[in-house]
């Protein structure tokens, strides 16, 4: 593979805040799956997020995610691997998937807004859907 075809690569599988904002303000049909276990979730996530632990995912906990909306799956960030994991296996049942960059550390470095128990304020995202 070749330099211009690697990023075109790369481009096709992950995808940063930025572009994560600009999609749902743009009613793109985008669904947040945080991959991480559930009282992570509890603790912080994106608005608007799914808890799907990486763990729990199968053909029956999926079985509702819409087929033509593009999932992105995110963990707690750079040193984590959940959001890897969860975008395989998602793959695996016939998603389309992107894995969210920097994860929920670089959603909240990027100055947007958390929710939960340690939820905390930041740019909102104007979603259109």
């Known amino acids: 593979m070749d330099q211009l075809a690697f ?9 940063d805040a930025a572009d994560v904002k600009a999609a749902l303000e743009a009613g793109e049909p985008l669904i ?12 912080e996530t994106i608005p608007g997020a799914l808890s799907l632990p990486h763990r729990t995912m199968d053909k029956e906990t999926t079985a509702a995610l819409p087929r033509d909306a593009l ?22 049942l016939g998603f389309r ?11 909240k470095r990027d100055g947007y807004a958390t929710v939960g128990q340690e939820g905390r304020a930041g740019a909102a995202i104007a979603c259109a859907c």
């Open 7 to 15: 990023y075109q690569a790369k481009l096709q599988y992950e995808i």
């Open 32 to 43: 947040l799956i945080d991959t991480r276990a559930a009282e992570a979730f509890e603790r």
């Open 71 to 92: 999932l992105v799956s995110f963990c707690d960030g750079i040193g984590c691997n959940g959001s890897t994991k969860g975008a395989l296996k998602l793959t695996q």
């Open 97 to 107: 998937v992107k894995e969210l960059q920097g994860g929920l550390d670089w959603w």
